[in-house]
């Protein structure tokens, strides 16, 4: 038994059963992964996958209970290199972060910038995507550390870490009747939001969730126009005169800003929580716990070591 014929299992079913592709991720040859597969069946004793003819299908009841355990052993050979590195090329390595489009652009930038001046010798790479994304990013090691607003709490494989809250504001143009009112010293309400044409998130990210939440408890139906990723695309159609915009209050920067105006939203939609994640049973050399701290400094390396020793489900409270 050896590390490629686990490698060639996992990245079969990462691949959807799909040799050719598992090639090309392992960079070796379709033959070569279907030898390293048989030849850790005929080990084992078991067949781990479903074949017609050549092609594999899908994971025998024998696979499925045998693929966690490859996942784990391939999980702490990670770990064990990890280690070796930590005390044989002190500070230096890579530092592999996942992020949403919002939390790359507006919460991020201090972070990175600190940390680099403190690490200078840690290559960072930063992969951007929805939460989902994010998610299997870390379940299946090509990240270090995930940050998103939504998704990462669902999956118990991860340890979620709150490290911020923040709320919703709308966006209009300064000359807009929305505007108007506020400056009357009107509140906004979700009855008179919902009057207008709406430019917010998609589905599934950046609390979005609560404003569909917010106006389903209300019994309204707001009229979106368009659903975004990234909170300048919002502003951008906003400006355009498309819509009423709802981003993260985050996202708005007074200065780069300056020709639309900013409602406070609070009132009308519940608080958001970002938090960061990490793979429960990974190693995590000491430049990880540095920027996990750098982010969000109640999270130092104390506490992050004392939640992954919790049970998963065990609440971690800033």
Request: charged share 20%.
């Amino acid at each position: 038994m050896n590390f490629q014929q686990l490698r060639s299992v996992r990245e079969a079913v990462r691949q959807g059963f799909n040799l050719t592709e598992v090639a090309a991720a392992l960079h070796t040859s379709q033959p070569g992964v279907s030898r390293q597969i048989r030849e850790l069946e005929d080990e084992l004793g078991i067949e781990l996958f479903v074949r017609a003819g050549k092609r594999l299908t899908g994971l025998t009841p024998p696979g499925e209970t045998v693929l966690p355990i490859i996942e784990r052993l391939l999980q702490e050979a990670g770990n064990l290199q990890r280690a070796g590195a930590d005390f044989a090329c002190s500070g230096q390595g890579a530092l592999r972060i996942a992020a949403t489009h919002s939390q790359a652009r507006y919460a991020l930038p201090a972070a990175v910038r600190d940390f680099r001046l403190q690490h200078p010798q840690v290559q960072l790479n930063l992969h951007q995507g929805s939460p989902q994304q994010v998610a299997r990013l870390l379940l299946d090691g090509e990240a270090d550390i995930g940050i998103a607003t939504e998704a990462l709490a669902q999956y118990p494989e991860l340890l979620a870490l709150p490290c911020y809250r923040w709320t919703h504001s709308v966006v209009v143009p300064p000359d807009h009747v929305l505007a108007q009112e506020a400056d009357a010293g009107r509140p906004l309400s979700l009855q008179r939001l919902a009057a207008f044409p709406l430019i917010t998130y998609e589905a599934g990210y950046t609390g979005r969730a609560h404003i569909d939440e917010a106006f389903g408890k209300a019994a309204l139906q707001p009229q979106i126009v368009l659903e975004a990723m990234d909170a300048d695309v919002i502003k951008t159609y906003v400006e355009l005169g498309m819509g009423v915009g709802i981003v993260a209050a985050i996202a708005l920067d007074e200065q780069r800003d300056a020709h639309l105006r900013a409602i406070d939203a609070r009132h009308l939609f519940a608080a958001n929580m970002t938090r960061l994640a990490i793979r429960r049973g990974s190693y995590l050399r000491d430049y990880v716990y540095a920027f996990i701290s750098t982010f969000a400094a109640p999270l130092t390396r104390e506490r992050v070591q004392r939640a992954l020793a919790a049970a998963p489900g065990d609440d971690f409270e800033l």
